[in-house]
C-alpha cells in the first residue's frame, strides 16, 4: 500500500514562494498517475497540475506560469510556488495512482491515494 506525506506549507505574502513535497513510502510513485490537488475554503478539491504518462504536464490555468511540478530521481513530487495570491489559499494534497486511468490528469477521480494536506496561507 502507499502512503504519501506532504511537506513545506505555511503562510507568506502576496508575491512569496514556497516549495511542497510529497513523500511516499511502501511503493514508488507512477509518473503515469502524480499531480497535486487543492481545496479552498467552502470549495471542492481542484486540479492543479500533474505529470503525464510520457512525461509531460498540465496545469491549471490559474497557476500556468506560476507553479512548477517536477520529480526527482528518488520519486519525490515537488510543486514549486511562485508570485503567490491569496486566491492561492487552500489545502494542497498530492495524489499518485491510477484509479481511473482514462480520466483527465487534472481529475480528483483519477488517482487512487492522497496524502494527508499541507495548508498553504498567502495573506495581502
Known amino acids: 500500500q502507499v502512503q504519501l506525506v506532504e511537506s513545506g506549507g505555511g503562510s507568506v505574502q502576496t508575491g512569496g514562494s514556497l516549495r511542497l513535497s510529497c513523500a511516499a513510502s511502501g511503493h514508488t510513485y507512477s509518473n503515469g498517475c502524480i499531480g497535486w490537488f487543492r481545496q479552498p475554503p467552502g470549495k471542492q478539491r481542484e486540479g492543479v497540475a500533474a505529470i503525464a504518462g510520457d512525461g509531460s504536464t498540465r496545469y491549471a490555468d490559474s497557476v500556468k506560469g506560476r507553479f512548477t511540478i517536477d520529480q526527482d530521481h528518488a520519486n519525490i513530487l515537488y510543486l514549486e510556488m511562485n508570485g503567490l495570491k491569496p486566491e492561492d489559499t487552500a489545502m494542497y494534497y498530492c495524489?499518485?495512482?491510477?484509479?481511473?486511468?482514462?480520466?483527465?490528469?487534472?481529475?480528483?477521480?483519477?488517482?487512487?491515494?492522497w496524502g494527508q494536506g499541507t495548508q498553504v496561507t498567502v495573506s495581502s
Open positions: 495524489a499518485a495512482g491510477c484509479k481511473t486511468w482514462w480520466r483527465p490528469l487534472l481529475d480528483v477521480d483519477r488517482y487512487n491515494y
